[in-house]
């Protein structure tokens, strides 16, 4: 249930609630070895497919119940085998992995069977995957040049560089990183979303379509960035504009940094075929859950956090307006 409507600058807030006693489900934790260090995951129709790096892993579970469905965490660098599973992307034909550790993107049904193994070209770490619906996969790349993505033929040696589908000028190579997310309406994927982290962008892009751009309801400025190795405390660290994105029906739903705007977890919702602004939801309350990213589904949501240091996937209520 949504409450407290209010006005906040330029978003307009509706606040929701987090109570523990409504968590629908929730696994890992401090009991747990189902996880070590997960960074992202792919909400599919019945499944929440987790990418853990570090154990390294990727975990099925029931998207209705969090029981575990299948998991593979054989490591090596052989078929098959596993080294560092950084990111997890819907594919028409399953759930497609990229591991930054052998460098490869591989493809596993629905039940868990590996379909396809894919050199990623140029050996170039991912940074974002979006599955599109004639099974190609985009990924993004760290900047090079002009272009920031390219989209692979899975199952071959064919790609396709993409230029950036946001302005570029007067920007650095970091504020240039984006993150992808799949635009599924009606059941079918019709594209990508790319989100600037640590600059002001959201784009809805394909490889065969114009892109459609614009800008967050609240800009901030970047600090001025200096290499990682001369950071020594947090407060020269980048600031974070957003922590990725989903979309649910026709909106695209931005996680913004933290910001003056909006305190704590903040889902600044976009409609999809313009990227206009449309309403903030603010998620207020404590789960003792701290939350690194989240998707959004049809009543509910899905979050990936850690509760006292120890990583955590559970499944929350959620009506969007």
Known sequence: QLTVHAQAGERRIAVLPMEASRVEWLVGGEESELFSNPGRFALLDSLVVVADAREPAITALDVRTGKVVWRQAREGSGPGELRQPSFAAWHPRGVVIAD?????????????????????????????????????????????????????????????????????????????????????????????????????????????????????????????????????????????FAAGASVWRDRVVVQSGRSPGCRGVCLDLYDLRTLRYRQTIQLRGSLGVQVRSLAVGDGFMIVLGTRDGFPVVLRYPLQLP
């Open 100 to 240: 930054n550790g052998t460098r490869r993107l591989l493809l596993y049904s629905t039940a868990g069977a590996l379909l396809e193994e894919t050199p990623v070209p140029g050996g170039l770490f991912v940074v974002g995957v979006c599955g599109l619906a004639d099974g190609r996969v985009v990924i993004a790349h760290p900047p090079a040049g002009e272009f920031v993505s390219m989209v692979v033929e899975l199952g071959s040696t064919r790609s396709r560089p993409l230029p950036d589908p946001l302005p570029t000028a007067r920007l650095s190579l970091t504020e240039r990183h984006v993150e992808l997310t799949t635009v599924r309406t009606g059941g079918e994927a019709t594209g990508c979303i790319a989100v600037r982290t640590v600059s002001d962008g959201v784009a809805y892009f394909g490889p065969d379509q114009p892109a459609i751009t614009g800008g967050y309801i609240e800009r901030r400025v970047q600090r001025k960035l200096i290499p990682p190795m001369e950071i020594r405390d947090t407060s020269q660290l980048p600031i974070q």
